[in-house]
């Protein structure tokens, strides 16, 4: 879907959904920093710029240890999308299909870890629990990434709020 389309679909500016898209990364981010990941090699990044907005936020490589925080991790992005849109008063049936198809990928790589009901339960409590806490950093950080597209491990634990 390129970037124009999928802006129009939430009724959003192109700028509004690099926003958005921008929340989605630092949700990833920012719940599995605060599962204690070692996230020193991770760039969030969102590719594309005008044509598509696509991010990502993972390390390269997790190790076994991190599974569990991979997977608050991976819910992360979801969740940061609904904060944000029932914090606008625009949340609705629409967008939030909307978000979970944006989030399907998250959801598969989720299913690969072979997560039981209560892993599942357990990282989406944790991870909207880490995000509320942490909301101000995802503020503050959104419209920086959302300008530059990219945004270091340094950078993103600089941002106060933490
Ligand atoms: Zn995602």
Redesign the pocket.
Known sequence: MSERIAAESYGFTRDQYRLYVAI??L??AVAGISEGYDYRKVTVRLDGGHSRTR???YPSWWGKKERIPQLVS?H???IANEIYLKRNGLWDPRRKELAQG??R??YSAADNLKPSRRETEDAIFKARRHLERHWTVIDYAAPELAKKGQMSFRQLRSVPGW
Do not use: Q
Request: glycine share 26%.
């Open positions: 989605h990364e949700g990833h991010g990502s936020a991976l992360g992005g979801f944006n989030a990928s998250d």
